[in-house]
């Protein structure tokens, strides 16, 4: 895909230009598409003056990050994103479930010693962080480990307190508690004229 414009005050000093290559160049070759950022001279303000800028003509170095996660940050990442925030008690156990299921992959990939089995079961990282997420989602969704024994739900607390009662009989009935529950509006007629 083509560039995305960055966020930012200095955005309107780059330019951009996509498309399809008409020759041959080095790195590249004619038909292929391909984008090119054209980048600002690189500047300071000028202490005199600050309306003004100084030209520093030195160059931009174009630099390769390649950041990995840990599977500890990673799972830290994830809790941030599914709850109030990890303990570590949780990235512990969920450390440890990690690596009860690269364990059991790999255990069953090594069991399996069938001559038509050719292909490795064995989970790479992304689907074992997958595969431990999922899970986690379901243990939480098991209605089997609440004290209550149900759901606990914020949309059916606001909508209990949604209604307060009204005493207008002009009123048609609006959203809000079932029919025959406490607090709940409805026409007391079922004809109008």
Not at 37 to 63: A, C, G, H, I, R
Not at 75 to 97: M, N
Request: aromatic fraction near 12%.
């Amino acid at each position: 895909g083509d560039w995305n414009r960055p966020a930012g005050h200095s955005a309107w000093q780059l330019g951009y230009s996509c498309g399809v290559a008409n020759n041959t160049g080095t790195n590249f070759a004619a038909g292929e598409y391909m984008c090119e950022v054209t980048l600002p001279k690189t500047s300071k303000q000028n202490l005199k003056n600050p309306m003004l800028t100084d030209e520093l003509n030195t160059p931009y170095y174009v630099t390769y990050y390649e950041r990995a996660l840990s599977v500890r940050n990673e799972l830290a990442r994830f809790l941030h994103l599914t709850t109030f925030g990890p303990t570590s008690a949780e990235l512990d156990a969920l450390e440890e479930t990690y690596a009860s299921i690269k364990d059991a992959a790999a255990a069953d990939n090594s069991t399996d010693t069938s001559s038509t089995n050719t292909t490795t079961t064995s989970l790479s990282h992304s689907e074992a962080m997958s595969k431990l997420q999922i899970d986690w989602v379901k243990a939480q969704m098991d209605p089997t480990t609440f004290t209550s024994g149900e759901f606990s739900s914020h949309r059916k607390y606001w909508r209990k307190r949604l209604n307060p009662r009204r005493w207008e009989t002009y009123r048609i009935g609006e959203a809000g508690p079932a029919p025959c529950e406490l607090h709940s509006r409805w026409r007391k007629f079922a004809f109008t004229d």
